[in-house]
Nanobody
Framework: QVQLVESGGGLVQAGGSLRLSCAAS????????VGWFRQAPGKERDFVAV????????MYEDSVKGRFTISRDNFKNTVSLQMNMLNAEDTAVYYC???????????????????WGPGTQVTVSS
C-alpha cells in the first residue's frame, strides 16, 4: 500500500503561483499512476490532473489546461503540481492519489484511485 502526503498549499493572491508536492512511501510507487483532485466546500471531489506511472502521459481537467503542470520523479518518490495564474475558483483542498492497480492507463475517476493523502488547503484571494 502506497502512503501519500501532500504539501505546498497556502494562501496566494489571484494571478499567483503555488507548487504542490506529493511524497510517497513504498518502493512500488513508480508502478502507479498518480492523480491530483480537489474538493471545494460543499462540492464533490473533482479531477485536476493525472500522470502515468512512467511520467510519459498526462491529462488535465479543462479549466486548468495551460495553467497547471503535473510531473513526477520516481527516484525521489514524488509527484508535483505546478499551479500558475491561480484564480478564486481554484480554492479547494487538494489531494494526491495513487491508482488502485499498477501500470493502469490514465483515469480521471476518483474511484479508480486507492491510496489518498490527507490533503492540503489552497486558498486564492481575489
Amino acid at each position: 500500500q502506497v502512503q501519500l502526503v501532500e504539501s505546498g498549499g497556502g494562501l496566494v493572491q489571484a494571478g499567483g503561483s503555488l507548487r504542490l508536492s506529493c511524497a510517497a512511501s513504498g518502493h512500488t510507487f513508480s508502478m502507479f499512476a498518480v492523480g491530483w483532485f480537489r474538493q471545494a466546500p460543499g462540492k464533490e471531489r473533482d479531477f485536476v490532473a493525472v500522470i502515468s506511472w512512467d511520467g510519459i502521459s498526462t491529462m488535465y481537467e479543462d479549466s486548468v489546461k495551460g495553467r497547471f503542470t503535473i510531473s513526477r520523479d520516481n527516484f525521489k518518490n514524488t509527484v508535483s503540481l505546478q499551479m500558475n495564474m491561480l484564480n478564486a475558483e481554484d480554492t479547494a483542498v487538494y489531494y494526491c492519489a495513487a491508482a488502485r492497480n499498477a501500470f493502469w492507463s490514465l483515469s480521471t475517476i476518483p474511484q479508480d484511485f486507492g491510496s489518498w493523502g490527507p490533503g492540503t488547503q489552497v486558498t486564492v484571494s481575489s
